[in-house]
């Protein structure tokens, strides 16, 4: 049993690497932004990036690494979203337009009471606990029924996109009491701070920026365990597992859950940065969109999500504004490139470029000395 949890010790190189990039984001960046050499703007963009690594990373620890392709991510990202919207609205208190201490659109809608299940929100710590547990109470039901039943493969994928669907369907009713199709936005505050001065922009990014860092290095030790060999293994040939004694759904629940918590947390930090949260956060196509932005990085690979997710949605931001009646094409374009010619993502390339380097060098010659030697004596 004691083996069961051992690590296969990381790389010095691929630590120094990690180390680097996150002392870039955590502390470069915000030292840049305080400066004035990096715009406000710029941080807060850098900001979403980094939430939607979050989404990505979550996607590439069921796809990349137990075959599950999950095209309902953007589900939990949206609930973690709007667990983090309903403490901000709260936030702003009477400051509305119609001066009561509840959102405008309860009070468009005539209530004149604040809901019950409202009122807990106006607590940070609840809210908090409210992110993790309402998308893992979700992916725990939907995984356990599934999982139970055997669904695997692509029937796991449309159950997952039926459930994104259905949620969305529900989230766009006002009398989900939820905003309906404008969901949450005028955001004001955030313990306390002002939600929209540079300084709490600029301690946003750098909690996003350390959270992402905490959740690759964990992902990271968890991949290398015993544990994430079993979890490929269910990847590769779930019937072996099955018959070498493990309990394969078991394995799958887990990842589900602890994939959903994972998304449900970038959601949480992605509102406040963005400023809104509605149900087209939640649709299928945002869903498509992080399974690209894993497939472009290179999945599998955990830090080829994160590169796929900043790289892409980089390529969005430019792309939107110099051709955007072009951007679903180069979209699509992209993502045919890289299921074609780079099988690895992105992040393959240095390795692709190594062995074509390889395989041009010339063979080497026999060394002509040992034969010399060995006719003299044969002399």
Known sequence: MTHS???????????????????????????????GWISDFTINLWGKYLCYAMLAISVDLLWGYTGLLSLGQALFFSLGGYMMGMYLMRMIGDLGQYHKD???????????????????????????????????????????????????????SILTQALTYGASLMFFRNDMLMGGNNGF?????????????????????II?????????????????????????????SENRVLFSGYSSPNFKLFIFVLS?????????????QVGIINPSEMTTEKSLEAVVWTAVGGRGTLI??????VSVNAMKSWATRAYPDLWLIILGGMFMLV???LPKGIVGIPGMVRSWLSNRKPPEEPDPLPLTKAADKAE
């Not at 002392?23 to 030292?31: E, N, S, T, Y």
């Not at 009471?113 to 547990?133: E, H, I, Q, R, Y």
């Not at 992402?212 to 979890?231: M, P």
């Not at 080829?304 to 997710?309: Q, R």
């Open 260 to 272: 959903s918590i994972i998304g449900s947390i970038g959601g949480a930090l992605y509102v406040p």
């Open 5 to 35: 949890l051992l690590v296969r010790p990381i790389a010095r190189k691929e630590w120094a690497v990690t180390s680097a990039v996150a002392f870039f984001f955590i502390v470069l960046m915000p030292l840049m932004n305080s400066l």
């Open 185 to 205: 936005t005028d955001f004001r505050f955030i313990l306390g701070f002002d939600i929209r001065s540079p300084g709490t922009k600029r301690g946003l990014f």
């Open 102 to 156: 509840m959102p405008d659109f309860l009070v468009f809608l005539g209530w004149d009471k604040l809901p019950t299940f409202w009122k807990p929100f106006s607590s940070f710590p609840f809210a908090m606990l409210m992110m993790l547990v309402v998308p893992g109470i979700v992916a725990y039901v939907f995984g356990w029924l599934a999982f139970r039943s055997r669904v695997r493969g692509v029937y796991f």
């Open 208 to 236: 996003t920026a350390i959270v992402l860092s905490a959740t690759y290095v964990g992902l990271r030790c968890l991949t290398r365990s015993r544990f994430g060999l079993v979890q490929q293994a269910v990847r590769d």
């Open 339 to 341: 299921v074609l010619f």
């Open 304 to 309: 080829g999500p994160i590169v796929g997710a």
